[in-house]
């Protein structure tokens, strides 16, 4: 028998899950809600599922799990109600912009027993994951030096930077998490370093478009980040592993593989254009294993403290941006 | 409203259709007949259709189409009883190993009006299609040398070998069929050499593991292609067009891009070991290529045609080894 | 105390001789001989050598070795004029047009006890030597099938073409000896396929521009060879060697690694667009070699018979474009 | 005429040199001096020149510039009285381990009016050069983010490190001078974490052997610099500057191109495992460049100033990684 799932958020990354749910042989797309009817019943139609409100997915007893794609502001709520209606979660990074607030969530998840899984797609990213594979199998041995790249193709809309919480939480947020997946050890300090090299307008929001982080952990491995709202050539998603008998890197993933050459020289088609169409089997990974912490009782990764960590990194990198200083990670945490 | 396929043949080859078949908005898969009961009831059970017999498909009225994908030697045979019942047909390569029996069908296909699409599936491949596409933006000029390479990462089990029809008609088929896609030229000679390198038992039942084509056109143009059963690092898929004023070039894909350097090297893992992963994505555009020409009445490529040309390229082939010369294929379509 | 090295030729392949004999710390350029004084006295004021002729250069007790760098049609008796005078011969390649001189030229080097190196450059390239060093060391099994791809930027001048010998004997004959020099076996059927697609002033000097060839040896091994006079993208120079247990290839070099990534796509600068920058490497290490014959007594590699082999596939190729089949190289060596 | 050099130290760099200077048409290698006499005649009589004391060379009539390759500690000094007897200075990194000290120096330079290169080899590589060239040529629009990784294969010998300043002076002073040469804007602000991962023996001695740093400029531009002593797959030296319109990178040069495919993956040899066989071309391009200066009175590049600025950023960088915070260049310029 397939579990029922419910998906709360009928937006961009909504379909994305909707889409993933659908496909996944032991998962069966039973409801979904939104705000926006509209939004709700477009994925009604196109996958045969329900709209329901969000009091109804509450009661259902034919529900069994929950994929939360709604705003951030309401993404703590939504957590605390669906783990004390007894459903495992599935939400969406980040948990709340405030540390405090994922703290009490976390509270709630861990009080009524919950199940919650935090939505670090790239974990699940079949290149990412030969990454922390080939580490864990000891093809490098002792991780020293991380660097990670990632680049958007162009800036989200200037109404969405607005409620993001700022490019740390909102773009960084997924190399932090990244960073802890390969690092081995939880990085104890924070530097960064931001600009607005893009947009004047990301300026005015009081945001920025240009990041470079250093992390360090306690025994002296480093990592490196490097963010940028724009890259003319595509979706940048790069990582570099370097340890003591070898490093390991992926490559950017490409849609077409075909090269010209010309008198001019050799030509490659750009990256992808989307993270959508970059990390299709990721999205589809991802839910496969929330089906697995559903089904079989398998303990959620990346959960609850993950969301928590990669936000205190976030913190910790804003206040340095501040202060021109390292930040001590214990800072941030208390 | 979605379109009712029926799938016939519940084999290897009718489990990747009826898996396109099942993810294609357009299309429902409705009925699938195998005479193996059991493999049928598989597809059945899994994608929530029905199992019937071809007779029950052949005389239903809810049914737009088949995709056959049953044994070589019944291929023919069905085209002809269900462009008669006047389904649309997609039929997997060859329509038959004789090029008589081949040109029978098609003349029942044309008089009675029907639709043929044969599966050449790689003409669906994003990458060479990215190849055919340079060419006709005029990227490389006029073409005037293809190479191609293909090598399985192992040779198929005997029995198959034994009713396959030989090397030529069974693997060369596709680069037959791809040099026709990029020549941009009908192919007027045949020189072809092959031995037997990998497997003795190879030749006992008369076949070739080893193969090496030189295709001309009238203007002059060549194409080579290199086939093996054997390559030990997995499925080798390659395709290079080289033109007047430049060249396209498509390398393998890879499951995972990760490469690891160490004190010995750089390592990246080895390619696809099944052309099911490689051509995951080509299955799936063929089927949408199906589903136009039903719903929108599209004319069918590759067609029968094109199914009957690439046979006569392999028939042509057989003969050069044989005769050790270049054969004309005009002395093969008569 | 080093060997002393004469030139004979300062035309375009004697001028990169010179400056590899220059570089070599155990060879001394002594002397340099041209029929056009200017040549001469160019290389002569460049690496402070003497012009002489090549009487003064047959007769000195100085000179240890020759470079035979002159027009094809003195090559033959250039050789036995230096191996009867007892200097050490390095010679470019061919020996000559004629098989039957060819035969006649190495029976008197043989009746001298001579000492014979003929100039097949790309044996020596440290890429294509890490193919045959692979192979030696069983990375990849038993050698089955070979692919060159080797293209030059451009057709030399017509005036060139007129007294080459052919497409063949001038371009495929590095090819030849490259297919012999990995093949493990000596091939014994050679068909050819040539057309002209460049320029139709090539076609009325009665030679070819665009060639594929296929080699096969007594145990079944294939080697593809595919040759074009053009490549807008430059230098095109590509081996690869498939066995039974892997496979090794070389890309080609490039004077310029960088990429650059746009909206557009990423784009590589073109190859080398030259032989002597392509090959800067190898003429070094080839006269390294060719020292080591002299001061040594190692035995030269490639030596005449290897000229003679390749050249005699050149003549077979030649025939079978002529005659449309396989010819056996046993035809042409009677 | 060629222009006549001396050589002032004999050791490891200076042989670099001495190798280039003989092959440059336009330079004679006249003198070499060396506080070891055998390290000096084994230059001179490898390349036929004369052993001379260094304090005949600065009284020479003969000698048109020297090259100063001795230890750090003597380079101030003989910078100073190279200048003041009229010679044009060529010294490799540093000026002096003392900011004070080169400031010192470059004053005795200017007022003289003597004419002084510094050694930054890496940007006369013909890959780092191609992407300040591209840059200038506006392919990637302004200038936003630069990333260096530099590592060496194994970290130098205890006593040398003991001596070396560091690794901000000794190693990452190359990547800040790169930093400088792409950047297009002096870097303003230094952050900077160093660790030891690879040997006790490097704490030991007060340094370190894990670097990671983090440029700004005034704009916000930024630049990552990551280096480490150990890396046990060769000498990687990678560079990429990202910009408003696109990207351009170099990988890595390996001295050999093969790859391997087996079972297990394809594989690549490792790269070149020494700054000497990877920095061939540059080296010889510097001496040309310096031979510029010489010949024709161009400025010289690097200059002093750029030796000043480079020590000026490691000093910043050093002073990062005590206080933990990122340090303005301003305080250390005063």
Avoid: W
């Amino acid at each position: 028998m397939t579990l029922h799932f419910a998906l709360l958020g009928a937006g961009r990354i909504g379909k994305v899950h909707a889409k993933a749910i659908y496909a996944n042989p032991d998962a069966t797309l039973a409801a979904v809600a939104d705000a926006m009817p509209g939004a709700a019943s477009d994925i009604a139609s196109h996958y045969g599922c329900e709209v329901r409100s969000i009091e109804d997915i509450e009661l259902a007893a034919d529900i069994d799990a929950v994929v939360i794609c709604t705003p951030t502001n309401t993404h703590a709520d939504l957590i605390e109600r669906f783990v004390r209606a007894g459903k495992a979660v599935f939400c969406e990074k980040p948990i709340d912009l405030s540390l405090d607030r994922v703290r009490e969530c976390l509270r709630t998840v861990e009080s009524t027993g919950g199940k919650l899984m935090v939505g670090f797609n790239r974990r699940f990213d079949p290149h990412f994951a030969a990454v922390r594979k080939a580490i864990d199998e000891g093809a490098i041995g002792d991780v020293e030096m991380v660097q990670i790249i990632s680049r958007d193709p162009g800036a989200p809309p200037a109404d969405y930077i607005a409620v993001s919480g700022g490019i740390f939480r909102d773009m960084t947020i997924h190399d932090f998490d990244m960073a802890r997946f390969v690092l081995g050890e939880e990085p104890v300090s924070v530097f960064a370093t931001a600009s607005v090299l893009t947009d004047p307008e990301i300026a005015r929001l009081g945001d920025y478009d240009s990041v470079s982080v250093v992390l360090t952990t306690k025994s002296g491995r480093h990592c490196s980040i490097s963010n940028s709202r724009r890259a003319s050539y595509g979706y940048d998603q790069r990582l570099e592993v370097h340890g003591s008998t070898g490093s390991v890197a992926i490559e950017n993933q490409r849609p077409i593989s075909v090269e010209i050459a010309t008198r001019t020289g050799y030509t490659r088609p750009p990256l992808h254009d989307f993270f959508m169409t970059r990390y299709t089997d990721a999205y589809a990974a991802e839910i496969a294993a929330f089906v697995e912490v559903v089904k079989n009782g398998k303990a959620p990764s990346p959960n609850g403290q993950d969301g928590l960590m990669a936000l205190a990194l976030a913190e910790a990198a804003l206040q340095s941006v501040k202060e021109g200083r390292a930040v001590a990670v214990s800072e941030i945490l208390g």
